[in-house]
Structure formats: C-alpha cells, structure tokens
C-alpha cells in the first residue's frame, strides 16, 4: 500500500539537517526503498507504509536533536538509521546523559554516543565489577578511562589503576630496546592516549608521581590489594584464565573494576584459553556483576570501521559453517 507524508522544516537549519551539498539526504535516499522530496519548507515521502513510517521516525529524531544540539553528524544520522531499521524509533531520546568529563583537547564532553555504550556506563555507575566486550571503535577503553577519571575528581575513590595484559603480538618484547619499562609503555600507549585527552600533561606526571594514577603491566599486579581503588584492565581478551582470576582477586573495599576486550582479537597462541572467553561461563549469574556486549552500531570511530567489522563476521561465520 502507497503512503504519503508531508514533515514540516520550517523551523529547522535546512543545509544542517541536509549535509554538506545534501550528502545526509543522499546517504537517507540510499538506505530506503522511498521517494524522498524536499521542497520548501517541507520533506514529502511517497513509498511502502512500512517504510514511510520508518523514515517519518527518522526525520523526527533527526529534527529533535538538530534542535537540541544545533548540530547533526553524519556518524549520529548513520546511527540513528540502524536503530530505526532495528527498533523503529530513533537513539535521541535514549542518549539523554549528562557528560562524564570534558575533553581538555577539544572542549566536547565526553559522554555515550551510542544506546549500547550509554548501557555501559550505567553498568559502571551500578556495578562494582562490569566486563565490556566488543569490536575496536566501541568506546570500551576510553569510556572506562573517562569513568575512572570522573570518580577520581569526585572523590569515589583515591586511586585510579589502569593494566594492560603486555602480551606478544607478532614481536618479542626481549628484542625491543629499553629497560622494563621502555619495553611496555607501547603496549600501554592507548590507555595513556585516552587519560591525556582528560587530564593535562603536568596533572597526569603530578598524579602519577603521587602513586594516584598508575598505569601498569598485568604482571606487576599480583600479590596486591586495591582498596578505593578504580582499575580497568584493558586488553582483556589476552589475560590467561589464572591472569583473570589473579585480577579479579586484587579488588579491595570500595573499589571498582571494569575490564574491557575484543573476543575476536585474542593474541594468545590458544584462543580458547582466553581468560575473558572463559570467565563468561564462570561468572555467569553471580550477582553484582554485570556483562555489556557492543557491536558494531557501537562504533564510534570512521563509518567504515562498522562495514569492516561486520565484513570480518560474515567471513568467520562462513569459515565456521565449512568446518562442521
């Protein structure tokens, strides 16, 4: 059945709600089996009723958070195509959240992007333990960073400890030059990338040299006791069951944890010995503790990064199926 509806703009910033020479209009046009005409003051849609109604929920949510945040990107309207495609309605009104911390960079503030990454964050402000697992580009390490940085300033805890498994991946680390600590700090670099986007340069060295901010190989941590403690064990996937058992049983009072890891990029020679693979299964139902899996519509990162994901899932998928 043939549907029409006429959407009033005549209150909206047409070339901000359009893109750049039209390329958002295009990119909607691509994406839906409907005639879209914008005329005037005002959007016709002409096509199946289904998927009238699907772009009609589109349209609204585009328009409320062009009027909200006077500005549309072409990473949310990628976004909020996926969730009217999924759930028929748009993301706007499940990301209403308040910002975590501000970018010392680029003055924004740093907040959930996505519905699944909002998710993630409640879990962290509910849950003492809470496991993200998901694609690269997901916000998994630099939302935990942000988290941790944010109870720091509001005195939730005393510490923030930041660990990376330090695990070979394609190279040994007997063969890199530099003492210990030369010999990690690659290994710790993305964590230090997202704390330097929070804190100045001198505050980060001041901190440190306080012992308030530690950021350490997953060896270095055995044998302690984190009290008031923030830690997130980043990298995950590439901890070994007794690793992942040794972590965990380093949480002290008032302390939180948070580890985050990609399944799909394990680096241990025996991917089926992935402390992050096992411990789904071994903690699974044991209260205050919480699982967040992310996907690709959580990428937050070059549009691209999404097809790629979901290009590499079709290709496993496929190889699985021709060996059973």
């Known amino acids: ?41 005002c959007i016709n849609l002409e096509g199946e009723e289904k998927e009238v109604k699907l772009l009609e929920a589109l349209f609204d949510d585009l328009i409320t958070h062009l009027r909200k945040n006077k500005e ?14 999924q759930d028929g309605i748009g993301p706007f009104n499940d990301l209403q959240v308040g910002s975590i911390v501000t970018s010392i960079i680029t003055r924004e503030s740093i907040k959930p992007r996505t519905v699944g990454q909002k998710n993630y ?53 007997g063969f890199l030059p530099g003492d210990i600590r030369a010999k990690v700090d690659p290994y710790l670099r993305p964590v230090y990338d997202a704390l330097h986007d ?16 530690e950021i350490v190989p997953l060896a270095f941590m055995r044998g302690r006791t984190l009290n008031n403690s923030f830690v997130l064990l980043d990298e995950a996937q590439n901890t ?22 990609d399944i799909t990029q394990i680096d241990l020679e025996d ?42 899932q079709r290709y496993e998928d496929h190889l699985k199926r021709n060996d059973e």
Do not use: C, W
């Open 1 to 41: 059945m043939i549907k029409t509806k006429k959407i009033d703009i005549a209150d909206v910033d047409q070339r901000l709600l359009f893109g750049q020479s039209g390329s958002f209009l295009r990119l909607i046009e691509s994406q839906f089996d409907a005639q879209i005409v914008a005329r005037g003051d």
């Open 72 to 85: 549309l990107s072409e990473r949310y309207v990628l976004y909020a195509i996926s969730m009217v495609k």
């Open 121 to 173: 964050v409640e879990a962290i402000e509910k849950y003492d333990i809470v496991f993200s697992i998901g694609p690269a580009g997901t916000g998994k390490t630099y939302l935990g960073v942000a988290m941790a940085v944010s109870a720091l300033k509001q005195k939730m805890v005393g510490r923030v400890i930041l660990v990376r498994p330090a695990v070979e991946a394609g190279e040994s680390l």
């Open 198 to 213: 929070m804190l100045s340069a001198e505050k980060i060295r001041k901190l440190m040299e306080m012992g308030v901010i």
């Open 240 to 261: 070994t069951v007794a690793q992942m058992k040794m972590f965990l049983t380093r949480l002290g009072v008032n302390s939180k944890a948070v580890i985050t890891g």
């Open 271 to 312: 991917k089926k010995a992935s402390g992050l693979v096992q411990i789904q299964k071994i903690l699974e139902g044991v209260e205050g503790i919480e699982f967040i899996y992310l996907t690709e519509k959580d990428v937050v990162r070059h549009p691209l990064v999404q097809e790629i994901i979901k290009a590499y």
